[in-house]
DNA sequence: TTTCAACTCATACTTTAGGATGATTTTGGT
DNA sequence: ACCAAAATCATCCTAAAGTATGAGTTGAAA
């Protein structure tokens, strides 16, 4: 880290002396300051990109690890899968109405909204337990006790 | 997008605005040129830094993440559903596989027939079972014993 | 008060599903 | 060998489902 550091200003002293030099060698001065600052400008960007990139994180990679357990005689939602799943109420309503094999438009008739509305939810729904169709989700819902 | 480039574009004008104003009314001419490239150096580090973040992805993260799922059944086919309600060995096949939240297509290909006549086993089943989706087949077919 | 997530709804579009119908080919049993 | 059921596939069409995007509302937290 204090490598880093150290390397990053003799870097920079460097940089400067470098100017400096060129100053007197190859620039026109009156110009100098609007051509520095330009250049000194995109050179810091890409520094700072290059820079900052190090120390950026990518996307997060969650890997789900199931942990078996006896499901239980008389259904409970398992509110902790709610959480790690970050299912809201109003998802939730549509996902247990789903598994009950209702269409998107008898969901909509149901909750008093409108058809679109539940496209929406279900949408979101699929992301949060990465499946890709309806089937999918509600056997998922099954495992993770959020639907009886 | 376009709003973020003329976003970019106005603040950098606005910036250069500033320095030249500055320039001319409280810093010693003679050191502008270290005070100016050492401040446009920092400035634009971080704008780089900001900017970079937004567009550079870093290493993927693994975050492993348990969450507790219902252990399955052990299961075994009820062959007398199966006869009563007249279901064939070709039409369980396709039952089961839609229980697993295959879509038509994705059961073709595992069946190596083509999608046409999956369609047509599905519209037999829903007739057989009595009900008008998949979902519904599914749940129906949990409950008969036909699929696990 | 600002901010933010949740909820709502819309439009426009693509993809699957499903229904109706008819045709050909296997295949198991008498 | 023959028949009936099962299995295969096609075409045409409609209905749902799903994706993408933007936007207005609201309630609760900072």
Redesign the pocket.
Known sequence: MYKKIILYGVVLGLLIIGLKFAEYRFLIRSNSFEIYGGLIAILFTVVGIWGGSKYIKGKEVTVIKEVMVNAPAEFAVNENNLKHF?I????HDVLILMAQGL???EVADKLF??L??I?????KL?EKLNV???TQAVQEAKKLGLVP
Do not use: A, I, M
Not at 88 to 91: A, D, I, L, T
Not at 119 to 123: A, P
């Open positions: 970050n809201s109420k109003r998802e269409s998107n438009q909204v409108s679109n509305t496209k929406t939810h279900s949408s699929f890709q169709r309806r």
